[in-house]
């Protein structure tokens, strides 16, 4: 095989908690009277919190030091953690489990890479918890994507070389992040536009006919 393993993004791919993100900038962003839309909310895909919260500053009329911008993006994250505890298992999709699964009986090895420090906690409550070979998250990353840091790292702990992953990402940073270490990649969602993926998938299930 040409790959022996495959490295999932998390939010957007695995499960969804876009929203969950949104609502939590929002309240964020209309505590400092800032615009904010989900269009604005989809640049922040695949970037830390620090990076995202400066891109919602963009628009902030006012000064704000390191140690405010600290403030606020604990609250953000207080508030985003508190909406995850209302994740279950119901949002993980029958076509992401069944495809997993099916990749894990085909003998592949599977690991996140996430730029998110909830990421352990998100799997955890979508029924994920034990299921990944590996988790390189943003609580072992110095640089987020498009850095390729937290790709590189799960490659580490699958003990495989970056070549022989597979990345599969809805973020043009994650696509980005898996070129710049080395490693081919699946675009899902929006992604798909940027062209900057080995692949498209139409489908998270799609990546069977692509190892095949």
């Known amino acids: 095989m040409k790959y022996k393993a495959i490295i999932f993004d998390l939010d957007g791919v ?3 908690t876009d ?26 895909r695949g970037i830390s919190r620090m990076e995202s919260l ?14 405010e911008k600290a403030k606020y993006a604990d609250e953000k994250n207080n508030i985003y953690k508190k909406l995850l505890e209302n994740m279950s298992e119901s949002d993980l999709s029958l076509e992401v489990k069944n495809t997993l699964v099916d990749l ?20 955890h409550q979508i029924g994920l918890g034990t299921f990944f070979d590996a988790i390189s998250d943003g609580n072992n990353i110095k640089n987020s994507k498009p850095d390729p840091e937290v790709f590189l790292k799960a490659a580490e702990y699958l003990n495989e070389q970056p070549q022989r992953c597979l990345i599969v990402e809805d973020a043009v940073a994650g696509l980005e992040a898996a070129k710049a270490g080395g490693m ?7 992604a798909i536009s940027s062209g900057k993926a080995t692949y498209n998938l139409n489908l ?4 069977i006919k692509i190892i095949e």
């Open 184 to 190: 081919d990649s699946c675009a899902i969602g929006d």
């Open 14 to 16: 695995i499960c969804h």
């Open 54 to 67: 400066n891109i919602i500053l963009e628009r902030y009329d006012g000064k704000m030091s390191e140690e």
């Open 104 to 123: 894990r009986s085909r003998g592949f090895k599977l690991a996140i890479g996430s730029s998110s420090k909830n990421a352990k906690y998100i799997l």
């Open 204 to 207: 998270f299930k799609d990546l």
């Open 19 to 44: 929203q969950n993100h949104y609502q939590a900038w929002k309240a964020i962003a209309n505590k400092l009277n800032i615009y904010f839309d989900e269009m604005i909310n989809n640049q922040l």
